[in-house]
């Protein structure tokens, strides 16, 4: 089993900036996906972002491309996403994932967190 907990949620006004951390325990997640989704209230959950297990293949979202990144730290057993530029309307829990195969898929995962809040004020 993998245990996700994710931190780094926040409250920020817009244009600005927050990083976002999730730290997995339970066992390695180095050849595992990683990634983010998130809800706001009612929405359905959305794809943000995923890096492959060796940080190779990194995939976005449409609407947080150019704004957001994430990367990996495979020795610390964390992935990260940086947002920055943000908007309102990124406003929404963000939830870590984990899948067990080595990519990432956009559409599900096998391992989740509890999830951050984050909100943009206008």
């Known amino acids: 089993q993998v245990q996700l907990v994710e931190s780094g949620g926040g409250l920020v006004q817009a244009g600005g900036s927050l990083r976002l951390s999730c730290a997995a325990s339970g066992r390695t997640v180095s050849s595992y996906g990683m990634g983010w989704f998130r809800q706001a209230p009612g929405k359905e959950r959305e794809f943000v972002a995923g890096?492959?297990?060796?940080?190779?293949?990194?995939n976005y979202g449409d609407s947080v491309k150019g704004r957001f990144t994430i990367s990996r730290d495979n020795a610390k057993n964390t992935v990260y996403l940086q947002m920055d530029s943000l908007k309102p309307e990124d406003t929404a829990v963000y939830y870590c994932a984990c899948s067990r195969k080595r990519s990432f898929d956009s559409t599900k995962a096998d391992y989740w967190g509890q999830g951050t809040q984050v909100t943009v004020s206008s």
């Open positions: 890096i492959s297990w060796g940080g190779r293949t990194i």
